[in-house]
């Protein structure tokens, strides 16, 4: 998202057209396998109109996504979701196609009805810094608001809220349930 104000680039972001950095992409483009929306959180529904059911990687750019049209394979636009995929020439690429934006390649939350300032921005990465000191990880935290930030490190500072921080990885499940196929045919008019 483009923040007009304070003239910065933070991720997630979607880029509108089939023109990258001065380049035309098209479904052939498309080098790093598929992805669905349903991974990056996102509703059908809510992302160009309905259009794009799944995103494809251009695997020399890391963490830049196209996004065809389901029906006309078309290029709609370019879905960037977390910048610390990105390789450096992606990075290149976006700095390229933006200039004149000061570019901070680190996925922030926000509310939803507004953007972080560059100020909150330096906030919330201190925050993040000092909330390391007692166990947790980055990746967990980059999703909580500034507020939910300082709460928790408030409540780790006093030494009241009387819990270490305990994280878990979640287990892979299997699905082996068997998945039944049927084959439509048509019939056929013979000569």
Not at 2 to 22: D, M, S, Y
Not at 122 to 146: F, R
């Amino acid at each position: 998202m483009i923040n007009k104000e304070t003239n910065t680039l933070v991720f997630p972001h979607i880029i509108v057209g089939k023109v990258l950095a001065g380049k035309t992409y098209q479904f052939n483009d498309i080098s790093g396998g598929f992805r669905r929306l349903a991974d990056f959180n996102l509703i059908r529904n809510k992302f160009f109109g309905g259009n794009v059911i799944q995103f494809g990687k251009i695997k020399e750019f890391g963490g830049i996504y196209l996004c065809p049209n389901y029906k006309t394979k078309n290029i709609l636009g370019f879905y960037i979701d977390d910048p610390s995929m990105l390789t450096e020439r992606g990075q290149e690429v976006l700095k390229e196609h933006y200039p004149d934006l000061d570019i901070t390649f680190d996925k922030m939350a926000a509310t939803p009805h507004r953007e972080l300032t560059k100020e909150e921005i330096n906030k919330k990465k201190e925050m993040i810094e000092k909330a390391k000191e007692y166990g947790v990880t980055p990746e967990k935290l980059k999703h909580s608001t500034i507020d939910e930030l300082d709460s928790m490190l408030q409540s780790w500072e006093s030494g009241k809220s009387g819990q270490k921080v305990l994280t878990e990885e979640a287990m892979p499940e299997s699905d082996d349930s068997p998945v039944m196929i049927q084959h439509k045919r048509t019939a056929r008019k013979r000569a």
